[in-house]
């Protein structure tokens, strides 16, 4: 089992930025990749960027150029940079891990809201 906290949602202006944080505890030494997804208001939840252990990263058309996903390996923990942020960006935050195995992990969730 692996346990994911977020944290670091909130408010902020069109434009502005903020920095989402996931910590992993339990048995991280088999996750293959995490990442971070997202549920708009009314949408269905989608995938936003994604890092593997060998430091692999993509992102989602939306958000390539503005979001910055990272890592801290020592601290288990990923990182989501969003700058520029538009109204299109609201919604909740989902961090997940997934191990080898096809095992996936989800954190509870961290609401960001962008206003104009």
């Known amino acids: 089992q692996v346990q994911l906290v977020e944290s670091g949602g909130g408010s902020v202006q069109r434009g502005g930025s903020l920095r989402l944080s996931c910590t992993a505890s339990g048995r991280v030494f088999n996750t293959y990749a995490m990442g971070w997804y997202r549920q708009l208001p009314g949408q269905e939840r989608e995938w936003v960027a994604t890092?593997?252990?060998?430091?692999?990263?993509t992102y989602a058309d939306s958000v390539k150029g503005r979001f910055t996903i990272s890592r801290d390996s020592a601290k288990n923990t990923v990182y989501l940079q969003m700058t520029m942020m538009n109204s299109g960006d609201t919604g909740v935050y989902y961090c997940?891990?997934?191990?080898?195995?096809?095992?996936?992990?989800w954190g509870q969730g961290t609401q960001v809201t962008v206003s104009s």
């Open positions: 997940n891990a997934v191990q080898f195995g096809s095992a996936q992990y």
């Open positions: 890092i593997t252990r060998d430091d692999r990263i």
